[in-house]
């Protein structure tokens, strides 16, 4: 059964543009294909653009390493951009390669409120590697992609 004792943590640093993080996660269980789970991510604030890129390893060997990249531009109140994660590294063949891509909008009301829209979509290995496991039987997520719309205010 996984270990329900392990430890978590992460750190955040800023540098004028530059904003590094990390995340560690210690192995959950002693079975095979288990081990220490951590992402490393910077991002580039630039005048007119966002610049943002994360490397991931999974706490698992199954669900492997990645690589993403983002964009955001900023124009006025609104905000664009676009994200793509790519798993390359996996024990299950079925997972290496598989891709995510996000297109966003938000549009700032005030300070403390904003709309957005996302669309988001999985290429089919990426489908198998976020579906579910059922009596040993898996099954693919449901559909490719998604779209969702909102609101967010910080109180």
Sequence with gaps: ?????????????RAGML???GVVQG?????DGHRTGYALGAMLNLPRVVVSALYTRRETTMGGEGLGLGLALPLGKWTLGAQVARVHASTNVQHKGATSLELFADYALSKRTRLYANFGSLNARAQWLNGT???????????????????????
């Design 133 to 155: 496991t059922l009596d040993g039987v898996r099954t693919p997520a449901a559909n490719g992609e998604a779209f969702a719309v909102g609101v967010v205010h910080r109180f």
């Design 19 to 21: 904003t590094t993080a």
């Design 27 to 31: 192995r959950m269980s002693e079975a």
């Design 1 to 13: 059964s996984p270990n329900k004792a392990f430890v978590q943590a992460a750190a955040r640093y």
